[in-house]
């Protein structure tokens, strides 16, 4: 019965910071992409390293001196991350790589595979998944990323099935065989680098 408990307990932490991270995602997402359009890349780029800096600030403060403050949010971090920078700065940076390289749309689309493919393979893979394919990553959860990640391609894509299909591929199979590295940098540079090569061969512009 506590075992029960704890597991139920252990499962709706790790949904909250899931979904945590997916609507902390969509914001900077939203947030950059409004900047850009109404001012331009470069400044939105800017304003992105200004919320690095500041997470890099808290990060700082979180490990260094853990003030009893921080102590509510806990439950948004693993334990290993207790006493080591957070997957949020891997995200970040990721973010700014990617942006920074690529077109806004192929950039777009990757890192929105991401936070929506993580989100759906973690919430199904925990709720439903029992089969492992390696480690916590398990068949169903890889499924419902894949098809997360291609209605996202569909939405945003939807003219591009060549370049969204092989995205939504790649995003799911780096997302399965991430393990020491954090998925939050591999995920989302691999997609949009994989897209980025397609929309050449495939001469698209946007």
Same mark, same amino acid.
């Given at each position: 019965?506590?075992?029960?408990?704890?597991?139920?307990?252990?499962?709706?932490?790790?949904?909250?910071?899931?979904?945590?991270?997916?609507? @902390? &995602?969509?914001?900077?997402?939203?947030?950059?992409?409004?900047? @850009?359009?109404?001012?331009?890349?470069?400044?939105?780029?800017?304003?992105?390293?200004?919320?690095?800096? @500041?997470?890099?600030?808290?990060?700082?403060? %979180?490990?260094?001196?853990?003030? %009893?403050?921080?102590?509510?949010?806990?439950?948004?971090? %693993?334990?290993?991350?207790?006493?080591?920078?957070?997957?949020?700065?891997?995200?970040?940076?990721?973010?700014?790589?990617?942006? #920074?390289?690529?077109?806004?749309?192929?950039a777009f689309t990757a890192m929105l595979m991401m936070i929506a493919g993580d989100a759906f393979s973690a919430?199904?893979?925990?709720?439903?998944?029992?089969?492992?394919?390696?480690?916590?990553?398990?068949?169903? &959860?890889s499924f419902a990323g894949l098809i997360s990640n291609l209605i996202v391609g569909w939405f945003v894509l939807?003219?591009?099935?060549?370049?969204?299909?092989?995205? #939504?591929?790649?995003a799911t199979v780096i997302e399965t065989l991430t393990n020491k590295l954090d998925d939050n940098l591999t995920?989302?540079?691999?997609?949009?680098?994989? &897209?980025?090569?397609?929309?050449?061969?495939?001469?698209?512009?946007?």
């Amino acid at each position: 019965m506590l075992f029960r408990r704890r597991k139920r307990l252990k499962i709706l932490a790790e949904l909250l910071r899931k979904s945590w991270h997916f609507f @902390a &995602g969509l914001i900077l997402i939203t947030g950059y992409s409004l900047v @850009a359009l109404n001012y331009s890349k470069e400044i939105a780029l800017v304003a992105v390293v200004v919320v690095l800096l @500041a997470a890099m600030e808290f990060e700082h403060v %979180r490990i260094e001196y853990k003030p %009893r403050l921080f102590r509510a949010i806990d439950v948004l971090f %693993r334990k290993k991350e207790f006493n080591q920078p957070s997957s949020m700065l891997s995200f970040i940076i990721s973010f700014i790589i990617i942006f #920074a390289v690529f077109e806004h749309m192929i950039a777009f689309t990757a890192m929105l595979m991401m936070i929506a493919g993580d989100a759906f393979s973690a919430g199904f893979g925990m709720l439903f998944g029992e089969k492992k394919i390696r480690g916590k990553k398990t068949y169903v &959860g890889s499924f419902a990323g894949l098809i997360s990640n291609l209605i996202v391609g569909w939405f945003v894509l939807t003219e591009y099935p060549q370049l969204f299909i092989p995205m #939504a591929l790649t995003a799911t199979v780096i997302e399965t065989l991430t393990n020491k590295l954090d998925d939050n940098l591999t995920v989302p540079v691999s997609t949009a680098f994989v &897209g980025y090569l397609l929309s050449i061969i495939w001469h698209v512009n946007f």
